[in-house]
């Protein structure tokens, strides 16, 4: 537990990083940049020859993320286990309770909407 995934953490990362801001620049700046180009014709031609040359940069990108995210979740999976199922236990009887408290106060709040509750509410207090 007390080793450090920088490897592991950085392929992910960067991974995710490359992917990303390639696959933004591509939609941007490629396509943009293709459609202005004059002839119709080659606009394709320069939009897929860019997408070609990036592909195995992204598909380089896409396995070092998955590699690193497969790579954290397998280093990380006995993280907290114990804390986590005390932090259940817990919430498990927790959140019953609060509805059982919402539950009780909707039953208060309506009771006092009834005629007799307003007009006592309407009331100075010595007449009440």
Known sequence: M?????????????????????????????????AAVGDPSDRTHVAALG???????????????????????????????AAAMKKLKVLQWTIPALTGVLLVLTAQQGEQQKASQVVKGLLPSPLR
């Open 51 to 81: 997408w070609a040359r990036w592909a195995p940069v992204n598909a380089a990108a896409l396995a070092a993320h998955s590699v690193g995210a497969i790579g954290l979740l397998s280093a990380n999976r006995g993280r907290d286990v």
């Open 2 to 34: 007390g080793e450090r995934q920088t490897v592991i953490r950085s392929l992910h990362d960067i991974g995710l990083a490359a992917w990303f801001g390639g696959s933004l620049f591509g939609a941007v700046g490629l396509n943009g940049a293709s």
